[in-house]
């Protein structure tokens, strides 16, 4: 592992981790990060890559987040369209300028896997395939019913309250992840609170994009998660004009697991789930 850095087009210095194989490369993986989950998370993925599966696998913060922090949190002009487009454009970039040889696999979890028109638009056949884990549209309304008290808790009470208070989102001290910029936050929730989901925010803070997916995707989905259940997957399948997209609902029992969930799917205590994700 070696740490590295991915410069975006507007001049951002994004701090990654590389992991790569002894021996020659059989794959070349970006994995992009949820929302508020910081890329040491992702180590033991990314090392597992690397050594059972022969990949080169690249792990990141967003900007102004992370190891990737310039500004304090409650400075940052960074929004989620920032970090879901420019930043995740930029590590693709990066991983095809160290391996010119090799197409690229796209990893997205969660707000990882939600723009994939972007990436197709600009990289195309350089992309192998994409493989989205927890990825949906987060529309309130399509959570469990007993999860949408806590959700519009957030959404309507305290998540605007703090943020407008402190200037930034206490995700920490809210039980929601680490602290966010007020910029992710603020868009974040007119998605979230939108039935049109981020295209609430095109053309005026999102790119118009009618690009046609021309890579696989495939989407995975668990039972017990909450926070995107299986119909918002479907959701923003749709938003994805190509025939070979699919949706897979994984169950936790099926790899002798009591609970996944949306967040842990990359922890280390879940890896016998891993290889699925490849099959």
């Known amino acids: 592992m070696r740490e590295v850095s991915i410069k975006t087009q507007d001049g951002w210095v994004l701090a990654g981790l590389l992991y790569e194989p002894e021996g020659p490369v059989d794959d070349v993986i970006v994995l992009n990060g949820a929302t508020g989950v910081p890329r040491n998370f992702y180590k033991s993925f990314a090392k ?3 050594d059972d599966r022969q990949s080169a696998c690249l792990i990141y913060d967003y900007r102004d987040f992370g190891f990737s ?6 400075d940052s002009l960074a929004c989620m369209a920032d970090w879901a487009i420019k930043d995740q454009q930029a590590a693709i970039q990066f991983m095809l300028d160290h391996y010119p040889n090799n197409k690229v696999s796209l990893i997205g979890h969660s707000l990882g896997g939600m723009f994939l028109q972007y990436q197709s638009e600009k990289f195309g056949a350089q992309i192998k395939r994409a493989i989205t884990v927890a990825s949906g549209s987060g529309y ?18 305290v998540g ?21 910029p007020a910029g992710v936050y603020w868009q974040w929730r007119r998605w979230c609170t939108s039935r049109r989901f981020y295209d609430v925010d095109r053309p005026n803070f999102i790119p118009v994009c009618d690009e046609k997916i021309v890579f696989p995707v495939s989407m995975f989905t668990f039972s017990d998660d ?3 259940p299986r119909k918002a997957v479907e959701f923003l399948k749709n938003f994805y004009d190509s025939p ?9 029992q099926t790899f002798g697991l009591k609970t996944i969930g949306h967040i842990h799917s ?9 290889p699925a994700f490849f099959e």
């Not at 990359?266 to 891993?274: D, G, L, Q, R, S």
């Open 48 to 50: 597992w890559c690397a």
């Open 69 to 74: 922090k310039v500004n304090a949190v409650g």
């Open 140 to 157: 309130w309304l399509q959570h469990p019913l007993w999860y949408i008290p806590v959700v519009s808790m957030f959404w309507w009470v």
């Open 160 to 180: 605007p309250v703090s943020t407008k208070l402190l200037g930034y989102t206490p995700g920490r001290a809210l039980g929601f992840g680490s602290d966010l």
């Open 226 to 228: 909450q926070m995107i």
């Open 244 to 252: 070979d997209v699919t949706v897979t609902s994984l169950e936790p």
């Open 266 to 274: 990359f922890a280390k205590c879940n890896k016998a789930v891993w």
